[in-house]
């Protein structure tokens, strides 16, 4: 009789549940939306029911989908996004709404941690103070709402809040506590000393679980909500960023991707802890293993604007356009920065630029030019990772990006490398299908489980294409270098004229 494993991945905005069999071949999916909260710039925020509502709405849909009985669903993995801080009271009850990674509203606090004791947390956490970040956010709520801050028993990321309507355990899988700025990552504990310094009550965190470990079965209460059996495995999960790699079939030293969607990430395994604080630098799912990582935070989400901006609804029509632009066409250059950018080049003030454009410049030119734009900040990536010694041996990539065969062969010409698109295209809830399986024992280790993986296409680099994209490179380099004080001046002027 086939076993099957039930996956959630909680996105910024939607929350996808899949029904994988014991050959994690995808039986049933669905798919709930929610909204984000903006009360003022630079604020973002969700409801906590809203996820647990999506998950509820999602488990009935695949259930009903597949026909499967519940007694034969051996584990339950949830992933979400990353970088967000939730207060529960004691009785397990969100305080606020949970302030999510696209929220800066702690930009002063996370200020004074680099300023206080910021070669502390890059020597024992490895990454640089961010307001996007975990303990920021909580020390923004015990600065600025210390009513919700004295009344938290726990603060949760967003799928240890779903593990904890699951079981009743309250929970932080080992990637999400690595990325709070609290934890040690040599040891995947919180790091005492770093709690000492931030101020943050100790026993107001939870505790951190491997990505793999059985949290707790679940709860009587979630069987007779969900439609579930009770005392199902239900695992401590990941990020969604840690389970996309899995997905993609990574877990050696060298082996590298890129997620290319809305924002574009990218990232490589890494044997030994990574040390440079201008990456992202967490544990990945697999034991033993680290990622690094840094992208382009609005990097095909920059496509689309241009696409509404020429009043062009369909992508396959750009995609057609960019395929006409021959590469030698025009001599052009696209800053990709729309919105400012985080790992690695930690540029708040960095905005989008066109540079070279001429009377004849023509939409295709334009289009060709923004992805190989987006495609140049990646390698610009990987380029700061290989001046710290890291190797990119293998390039696995996915994302919608990935659905076009004209870009996906300008990130192979502009990153000199061999590209390998995988046989399934979502990789967050595989790879937490992944984690899930080896969690409960459906497979004994990693490697067993990552062998039902296939390749969907594979692209090589063009040598004359290489060689132009090189010197292009260079010159995309020297302008981002060139315009930095401008971006600044623009910035004052802004503050001067808006306020």
Not at 158 to 185: F, H, K, P, W
Request: aromatic share 8%; with cysteine.
């Amino acid at each position: 009789m086939s076993k099957y494993i039930l996956s959630v991945d909680l996105g910024t905005t939607s929350t996808k549940t899949v029904l994988f069999d014991d050959k994690l071949k995808v039986v049933a999916s669905a798919k709930a939306e929610y909204p984000t909260l903006y009360p003022r710039q630079g604020w973002a925020e969700q409801d906590p029911r809203e996820w647990w509502q999506a998950l509820i709405i999602t488990t009935s849909e695949v259930l009903k989908q597949s026909a499967v009985n519940p007694e034969d669903i051996i584990g339950i993995g949830v992933d979400s996004m990353s970088s967000m801080a939730l207060p529960l009271d004691d009785k397990g009850r969100p305080l606020r709404n949970g302030l999510i990674w696209l929220d800066r509203r702690s930009q002063a606090e996370s200020d004074w941690i680099r300023s206080s004791y910021g070669d502390l947390q890059i020597k024992i956490n490895s990454n640089d103070s961010d307001p996007s970040n975990f303990a920021p956010k909580v020390l923004w709520m015990k600065n600025h709402e210390p009513e919700i801050y004295n009344k938290t028993n726990v603060f949760l990321h967003c799928n240890g809040y779903l593990v904890y309507r699951l079981t009743g355990i309250l929970s932080m899988d080992v990637s999400e506590a690595g990325m709070s700025q609290l934890c040690d990552i040599r040891t995947g504990q919180w790091s005492d000393e770093l709690i000492s310094a931030s101020g943050i009550d100790r026993k107001k965190l939870p505790e951190i679980f491997a990505c793999t470990d059985v949290v707790s079965g679940l709860s009587r209460e979630a069987a007779a909500t969900t439609g579930l059996k009770e005392g199902t495995p239900v695992i401590a999960g990941a990020m969604d960023n840690v389970s996309a790699t899995l997905g993609l079939g990574l877990r050696h030293d060298g082996q590298a991707y890129i997620s290319a969607g809305t924002a574009t990430n990218a990232g490589a395994c890494v044997a030994s802890v990574p040390t440079d604080p201008t990456m992202l630098n967490y544990h990945h799912g697999v034991p033993g293993l680290y990622l690094t990582n840094g992208g382009v935070d609005y990097g095909g989400a920059g496509l689309r604007w241009f696409k509404s901006i020429i009043e062009e609804e369909r992508f396959e029509e750009i995609d057609r356009l960019a395929e006409e632009a021959d590469y030698l066409d025009d001599v052009l250059l696209y800053l990709p920065y729309m919105v400012g950018q985080r790992a690695p080049l930690w540029d708040i003030h960095s905005r989008a630029v066109a540079f070279g454009m001429n009377p004849d410049t023509s939409r295709k030119a334009m289009i060709r030019m923004i992805m190989e734009g987006i495609a140049m900040g990646v390698r610009h990536v990987f380029r700061l990772m290989e001046d710290k010694g890291y190797s990119i041996d293998e390039i696995v990539m996915t994302g919608g990006c990935a659905n076009s065969p004209v870009w996906t062969q300008i990130f192979s010409d502009v990153l000199e490398q061999h590209i390998i698109l995988p046989g399934e295209m979502d990789v967050a809830p595989l790879g937490t299908a992944i984690m899930t399986a080896v969690g409960v024992g459906l497979f004994p280790d990693f490697d067993s489980a990552l062998a039902v993986q296939t390749v969907r296409a594979s692209y090589h680099p063009d040598s004359r294409k290489s060689e132009y994209y090189k010197a292009l490179f260079k010159a995309f380099i020297h302008l981002y270098e060139a315009v930095g004080p401008v971006y600044r001046e623009l910035d004052e002027i802004r503050e001067k004229f808006q306020s």
